[in-house]
């Protein structure tokens, strides 16, 4: 929870500051239609979805016997990615800038079921 200590404008100020080392990488956003299940009683914790890949300049995501084919989005105003906060010095809270995300992997399309040949 961040603090809620406003300075004398009514302004809360929160540095962000560079992760020492993790300040450079590029997060991508993956939006997709549907929704993604687990068995019963099951979490996703430590499970692997699929794999993502770039093929041509296009996303393909393979999740078990499907494909996905998306297209790749440019955000109009790039996000930051943040994480591990420090506690409030004198009404001020420092937060760690780990990433930043500049596109998004759009999977419209329906999938399409790959059949995988056994020799």
Known sequence: RLP???????????????????????????????AVSVGKGQTFGGKELGDLKLENGEPRLKIGHYLLSGSIVKLKKP????????????????????????????????PTFVLSSRS
């Open 4 to 34: 809620t200590n406003p300075d004398s404008n009514g302004t809360m100020r929160i540095r962000l500051q560079r992760h020492p080392e993790r300040h450079g990488d590029e997060w991508v956003i993956v939006e997709m239609q549907g």
């Open 79 to 110: 996000m930051l990615v943040l994480g591990g906060r420090e506690k409030p010095v004198d009404g001020k809270a420092k937060i760690d800038v780990i990433g930043r995300i500049k596109e998004k992997y759009v999977f419209r399309k329906r």
